[in-house]
DNA sequence: CGACGTGTTGATCTCTCTCAATTAGAGTGG
DNA sequence: CCACTCTAATTGAGAGAGATCAACACGTCG
């Protein structure tokens, strides 16, 4: 299995990403150490590890998480490919939160002192990196409006509709087809800060009123403008990201 | 009332900044537009707003937020002393939250392309801002952790030390004569997802069991201890962790 | 075939919310 | 100096959304 050179980025062909110059491709091309396959259900990442570096994901889904002593998850977010994995533990030396996959994954492994190469050596993928650690931030701001103030209804309309768009965007058909969804109820449940049960009905409920329907690991969307009204969330367009690769 | 250069800027006298090269306090210094004072309880940036600059937090604290159409509101953050704002703003042209002063507030205002500008011209100040925005994050990681899957007291266990921390670490004295505390138990329940009448009750609890104690817009801690075991925080540092089952 | 993971559903239980009312400043105006 | 108004803190009581407990169904897999 043969590594893919970073000008050949398959993710770059999304129509989601933009154009990189091809100076910044070849810088990224040099930070880049080797690529890292993993099955579904393993870490990536452990919560507290020393020596984490940076990586891309390039196939598959993934999360970020925190636990506490006792056990209790929260699930601070989903990854999904052409995200990136690791600014904030680069940050501190010990990583704030562990990185897991939900379906199988492929990354890009990147060197340790990346992100301080990447500024140097080319402000505009610097700028990025400050660009998709914010949009990174403001997706977790999302989720803690939802946690923190909505119901348990309006909080899985709004994980549905978000996860919804991301995984559409990566598609040709736009979401035509219904999206993958590789989430069990526990990590709906451990995301959106509600216990099993109660995240089981409600998802439920809403699948009884028609409004989506998940099935085979697929997501489809039957009613989104109901489920967005429900989520109090309005307007489309995720803004369009650079890739770090 | 004249303004301060960023050379002479009081806040890098504080030792919890670091030092920045000469070269790179005259970038800043050009960035920067002018000075803006706010009353407490103003707004700096609000939702949705489309032409919110940068900001840099020099005096008084303030905080981020959201809201929904019927009103729920969720504060994402507090800004203390030497905080930077609006990097989620000027990645959107949207201001994806508002920003509010809890107190009487002073900001430096920097030119709208300065996030541009900082990278372009200083790789190092750059690679700051990334750091910033990182670590932003992993804040808003730890309040949605709380908020998730902490009950009333630990959630207000938690708040209290983390903020008791940040606050002290701007103290000659390091906390010993206690902090400013300008938060209502409205902000309080605001940024924890909880009703003001059950953060009152949980406030007074912890009150009453001697753990703090707050008076006159200033909190005292009397037992840090008890206070982050309730919460399951750890020492300074990061927790060390048991990988997940 | 039994063990296990995931989804489903019913029956309690409880933590937190909502409603209501009171107290204590701080500020305002007559 | 005293009513009047507002905001913030406080406390009690009842209600409810969601948690916890318990079973069961179904498919996969060693």
Redesign the interface.
């Known amino acids: 299995m043969t590594e893919v050179r970073c000008s050949r980025c398959p993710l770059r062909q999304s129509p989601s990403f933009l154009e990189n110059t091809a100076e910044d491709i070849d810088v990224v091309q040099s930070l880049k150490e080797r690529e890292l396959r993993l099955r579904a259900g393993e ?1 990536l990442i ?3 590890q020393t020596d984490a570096r940076l990586f891309t994901l390039r196939q598959g889904w993934a999360f ?11 699930i ?1 977010g989903f990854l999904l490919p052409g995200d990136f994995i690791g ?2 533990q ?3 030396d ?5 990185v ?1 996959t939900l379906t199988d994954a492929l990354f890009c492994v990147f060197r340790r002192d990346s ?2 190469e990447l ?2 050596r080319s ?2 993928l ?2 990025d ?3 998709l ?6 997706m ?6 939802s ?4 119901n348990a209804e309006e909080r899985i309309a709004a994980l549905l509709i978000v996860l919804f768009k991301r995984a559409a965007a990566l598609q040709e058909d736009g979401g035509a087809s219904g999206v993958p969804f590789p989430l069990t109820q526990q990590h709906v449940a ?4 509600l216990s099993l049960v109660h995240t089981n009905k409600t998802l439920r409920k809403l699948e009884l009123l028609g409004l989506h329907h998940i099935d085979e690991g697929r997501l489809h969307m039957h009613n989104g403008k109901a489920l967005a009204r429900l989520a ?1 969330l309005f307007g489309d367009g995720l ?1 369009p990201r650079r890739p770090l690769v």
Request: proline share 3%; net charge positive; charged share 30%.
């Open positions: 870490m452990f919560e507290g970020r998480f925190k636990t506490l002593s006792d056990g209790r998850r929260q601070l600014v904030q680069k940050m501190a010990m990583a704030a939160h562990g897991a992100l301080w500024h140097r402000p505009r610097g700028f990196v400050t660009w650690t914010a949009h990174e931030e403001s977790v701001d999302d989720t803690l409006l946690v923190g103030r909505r451990d995301s959106l800060g109090d803004p």
